[in-house]
């Protein structure tokens, strides 16, 4: 694999990982409106 996909590929892995943190714990439409840090990110 070149040396610039393994980057794009690790680039990706690390934004998928923020969002899983990010939006732990949001199971459900209810559970996301009433999440206010989560609900401010689409305002």
């Known amino acids: 694999m070149r040396l610039q996909s ?3 590929l690790d680039d990706i892995l ?4 923020l969002i ?3 939006t732990k714990g949001i199971n459900s439409y209810s ?6 840090k989560t ?3 689409w305002q």
């Open 6 to 8: 393994k980057k794009y």
């Open 14 to 17: 690390y934004a998928v990982t």
């Open 20 to 22: 899983e943190e990010f």
């Open 31 to 36: 559970d996301y409106s009433k999440d206010i």
């Open 39 to 41: 609900r401010s990110v």
